[in-house]
């Protein structure tokens, strides 16, 4: 049995909200360039251009690469060899939250209560905490600032399962066309399929975490992030909304088996700043 103070995860979670705020992740830097390249509209272009100007600026003077610098959203995957010590995990988290985004001059978004007293915390806590329990004795955290732009024009269906390929392709169609420039494009769509209603919208933004440069290990599923990306940049809604070929980035699926009689299906939209970080403990 290996013990881990929560101490340890606090100064670890306070490092990698400012990280991920701070410093683009490669994938994404190399994705823009790529997109400046290819994108045939000359304000299209030059919006690139400038994301990825933005992201080198962000880079080396240490700020954040966008004012919405989100709610924190965390994945702990907790060796069932670890024994956390020295306090409660969800209070260790949210110290590590309110550590970095205070002392990172990160934006605080978060309210106390959604629809009554919408007072800021003042810290940007709670954090949205998901834990899986896993083999062996480390503990990965990966922390997701989610900003609300995007998040807003995430969607949820459950099809029957007769609709098919042809249901979920109009579902994506409309919901990109929908959001127009709403998300920041170019975007990266995290896509759930399968499991039940959370299960999806779970699926959906873990999709998120997967570098776009990685296509999902299954053959038929790979085949498909492909076929919806190039269906996505067909939408013309372009870099900011402003018409052209590069609306998304990437399109990642995570599926997962469901019931017979269903076939949930979760969109969850990231801007062009999709931004996370990851430590090993």
Same mark, same amino acid.
């Given at each position: 049995?290996?013990? %881990?103070?929560?101490? #340890? ?18 994938? %994404? ?13 000359? +304000?299209?272009?030059a919006i690139l251009g400038q994301l990825v100007e933005n992201a080198c600026i962000a880079r080396d003077e240490e700020v954040p690469i966008c004012q919405d610098t ?9 060796? #069932? ?10 209070? $260790? ?22 629809? &009554? ?27 997701? *600032?989610?900003? &609300? ?5 995430? $969607? +949820?269906?459950? &099809? ?50 997967? *570098? ?11 085949? +498909?992030? #492909?076929?919806? @990306? ?9 870099? #900011? ?6 609306? $998304? ?31 090993? @403990?």
């Open positions: 049995m290996r013990t %881990i103070d929560v101490s #340890q995860i606090t100064a670890a979670i306070a490092k990698m909200a400012v990280d991920a705020n701070y410093y683009l992740s490669d994938d %994404i830097r190399e994705a823009l360039e790529a997109g400046q390249e290819r994108e045939e509209s000359p +304000l299209g272009k989100g709610m924190a959203v965390i994945f702990m995957e907790i060796g #069932q060899d670890v024994h956390i010590t020295g306090g409660d995990l969800f209070e $260790a988290v949210n110290a590590g939250v309110a550590k970095g985004y205070t002392e990172g001059y990160l934006r605080k978004s978060v309210v106390t209560e959604p629809l &009554f007293n919408r007072k800021n915390t003042g810290d940007n806590t709670p954090a949205v905490l998901h834990t899986t329990i896993v083999p062996g004795d480390k503990v990965k955290i990966t922390l997701a *600032p989610k900003g &609300f732009g995007s998040e807003n024009m995430s $969607a +949820l269906r459950m &099809f029957k399962p007769a609709e098919g390929l042809p249901a979920i392709r109009k579902f994506l169609t409309e919901t990109i066309f929908n959001a127009g420039s709403n998300p920041c494009p170019p975007i990266v769509v995290g896509m759930g399929i399968g499991g039940t209603m959370e299960k999806a919208a779970l699926l959906a933004k873990k999709a998120l975490l997967r *570098p776009i440069n990685k296509r999902s290990t299954h053959p038929e599923y790979a085949k +498909l992030e #492909q076929e919806f @990306l190039d269906l996505v940049n067909k939408t013309g809604v372009g870099p #900011q909304g402003l018409g052209g070929r590069v609306t $998304a980035l990437a399109v990642n699926i995570e599926y997962y088996p469901t019931h017979i009689a269903g076939l949930p299906v979760a969109i969850n939209i990231n801007c062009h700043a999709t931004r996370h970080a990851e430590v090993e @403990l």
